[in-house]
């Protein structure tokens, strides 16, 4: 019986399978760079790039730009990359003044206070930031199990938004959520 005998050619199926899972895949490549017995400063590490994920659901929602939602994630990427190598600023400190910032100009614009879905977005800033200042704060021991579970739960996060395929890309939102999962299994298990 051939390929399509049988309802698709192999490099169909092959396709299909690369279009759907490669999120996931990137995801694990990614994830693995963070994995590793860093200790007290992978835990600070991780609990300031958590609050990178909010922001960048803030900024797609506020903003409205869905369809660049990986662009998005690329430049807060390069720029935590930047603030962390320059040392005279905290990095948590940055995505926190840049989410007032984007709140604050939801709110002169109205959109704030006429979208709900800007307003879950502004509601989960606020605790996943929360959550991430409290695994800087307190010891890293412990913040590690608190920054373990803002990611998993930023991951529960991820999983509504790929199956309501809105405020940013299927494909990221799969991607996060991979990624979260990962860093949540590492701080717990590996660090």
């Given at each position: 019986m051939s390929d399509t005998a049988s309802g698709g050619t192999v490099s169909g199926t092959v396709a299909t399978i690369a279009r759907r899972f490669w999120p996931a895949a990137l995801a694990v490549a990614m994830a693995g760079t963070t994995m590793g017995g860093g200790g007290p400063e992978q835990v600070t590490a991780l609990a300031q790039a958590l609050s990178l994920l909010?922001?960048?659901?803030?900024?797609?929602?506020?903003?409205?730009?869905?369809?660049?939602?990986?662009?998005?994630?690329a430049a807060l990427l390069a720029s935590f990359t930047v603030v962390e190598a320059v040392d005279v600023v905290d990095p948590a400190a940055v995505v926190a003044g840049v989410a007032l910032a984007v709140l604050v100009w939801g709110g002169v614009r109205g959109r704030l206070f006429r979208s709900r879905d800007l307003q879950i977005q502004a509601l989960g800033m606020i605790g996943f930031g929360a959550v991430a200042l409290t695994g800087l704060i307190i010891d890293p021991d412990a913040g590690r199990y608190i920054v373990a579970a803002g990611w998993l739960v930023h991951g529960l996060w991820d999983l509504?938004?790929?199956?309501?395929?809105?405020?940013?890309?299927?494909?990221?939102?799969?991607?996060?959520?991979?990624?979260?999962?990962?860093?949540?299994?590492?701080?717990?298990?590996?660090?």
């Open positions: 909010p922001l960048l659901y803030l900024l797609v929602e506020t903003f409205r730009w869905r369809r660049w939602s990986w662009a998005v994630l509504v938004y790929i199956k309501l395929d809105k405020v940013v890309l299927r494909s990221y939102a799969q991607w996060c959520f991979v990624v979260d999962v990962l860093i949540a299994a590492s701080l717990v298990i590996v660090l």
